[in-house]
């Protein structure tokens, strides 16, 4: 369903879009080399989100026709030359209409990352993910499109494992078997599902030609997962998870664009196909602790960034409970924790290094910080009020937080036993 520009209900994210997100975005487009994708007509699936909007307005700066549809209205306002058309990539005539006369596809459209999400149904997420990329494939090939980019996940090599700055050549996806939660299970199975139709030939005889980005948090002002999800306990936020000598990366939305317009080049004859088959790692410069990330945040806030940090085996005890939880609760309450998986995305050292992008796609992170994403928060209204003051009661303080805690794990376990 087409809806009009002018119906497009947004949220105060539009701040900072789309004017602040241009004059921000052209200095970088000038340095991409980018000429195949110029005055093109793409299609963006998942387009309404945080990062869509953004790939969407850098694709239109570079004199594309932009095509986005999502199932959910766009979170930010956007030039309105870009066109809308809201529906589900579950929908195989929907994806083969927007096809149409399309030159390349970025297919970001996915369900299921974090929070309640990856507790939904394993049918569910597997619909979305996995029936509808064999969806966007099908129609790329049925339509003669000519380029398919993926926005993949880092998940689909994370799973419960260490590692320190690896390339793509030495971490192997994890089977989907052995994934503990669907989200990255499908992803992974999507993932190969796209680079395993790289060349094949579309109904008018041309080839597809497939590439796939593996991010890792992404960031930005205006995200709205794993900020949204920290506004939500950042007053009760007494203590770290893990190590704080473990490591991970993390993404700014303009490098993520960055990495896949260049993805989208590299599948060109131009480039020689040189990212035709090929997944990439995208980060930013510079790996750290995924507590730490947050630090500015805090800071920035007006809170107390804490210096107690749990170990990772009580962490993930906490996280099993709160999976059973939701599951106990769920016919009567919708109770919303955090999983294994996560604590592992949150608490393992895992850092992967960009080299691969950067030989083959020229891919160079420009440096970003969270000033504007604090000073984004501040303008939602978040920030600690004047008021208040120290928590000093002996419910509200850190031991007490820490003992209650072990003693929901004790108990548990002595159930188990």
Not at 52 to 68: E, S, W
Not at 114 to 139: H, L, P, Q, Y
Not at 299 to 328: C, K, Q, R
Not at 390 to 411: E, G, M, R
């Amino acid at each position: 369903m087409l809806i009009p520009h002018s119906e497009i209900m947004t949220t105060e994210t539009t701040w900072i879009g789309p004017e602040r997100h241009k004059e921000r975005v052209m200095d970088l487009l000038r340095t991409l080399d980018v000429p195949s994708l110029r005055e093109k007509k793409v299609l963006v699936t998942g387009g309404g989100g945080f990062f869509g909007i953004h790939l969407a307005r850098a694709l239109h700066m570079l004199g594309c026709t932009v095509v986005i549809t999502d199932k959910a209205t766009p979170i930010e306002k956007y030039n309105e030359e870009i066109k809308f058309v809201q529906g589900d990539i579950r929908d195989r005539k929907l994806m083969e209409e927007l096809c149409k006369g399309i030159n390349c596809v970025f297919h970001i459209a996915s369900f299921g990352m974090s929070g309640a999400e990856m507790m939904k149904k394993r049918d569910f997420i597997e619909s979305i993910n996995v029936g509808g990329t064999e969806n966007v494939i099908e129609a790329c090939v049925k339509l003669n499109v000519t380029r398919l980019i993926y926005t993949s996940t880092i998940n689909v090599v994370l799973g419960t494992r260490e590692f320190d700055m690896a390339t793509e050549g030495e971490l192997q996806r994890i089977p989907p078997e052995k994934h503990t939660d669907d989200y990255s299970r499908t992803k992974t199975i999507a993932e190969m599902l796209v680079l395993d139709s790289n060349g094949r030939k579309t109904q008018s005889g041309e080839v597809l030609h497939t590439s796939a980005i593996r991010p890792p948090g992404i960031y930005g002002a205006g995200e709205q997962r794993h900020f949204s999800r920290l506004m939500g306990f950042i007053k009760f936020y007494k203590a770290n998870a893990g190590s704080p000598y473990s490591k991970t990366n993390w993404v700014h939305v303009d490098n993520l664009v960055n990495g896949h317009l260049l993805a989208a080049e590299g599948l060109s004859a131009g480039k020689k196909h040189v990212a035709a088959g090929q997944a990439y790692f995208i980060t930013d410069e510079t790996p750290i602790n995924n507590c730490v990330f947050f630090k500015p945040v805090f800071t920035g806030l007006g809170y107390t960034f804490p210096d107690f940090w749990i170990p990772l085996n009580v962490i993930w005890w906490l996280a099993f409970i709160s999976e059973i939880m939701h599951f106990l609760l769920k016919p009567f309450y919708d109770f919303v924790g955090f999983t294994r998986t996560e604590v592992y995305q949150l608490a393992l050292h895992h850092t992967v290094s960009y080299q691969k992008a950067q030989q083959q796609l020229g891919y160079q992170p420009v440096p970003r910080g969270l000033e504007d994403s604090v000073a984004h928060l501040r303008q939602l209204g978040y920030g600690r009020a004047l008021q208040e003051t120290s928590q000093t009661s002996w419910t509200s303080s850190l031991l007490f937080k820490v003992v209650l805690s072990i003693s929901i794990i004790v108990v548990f376990i002595a159930v188990l036993l």
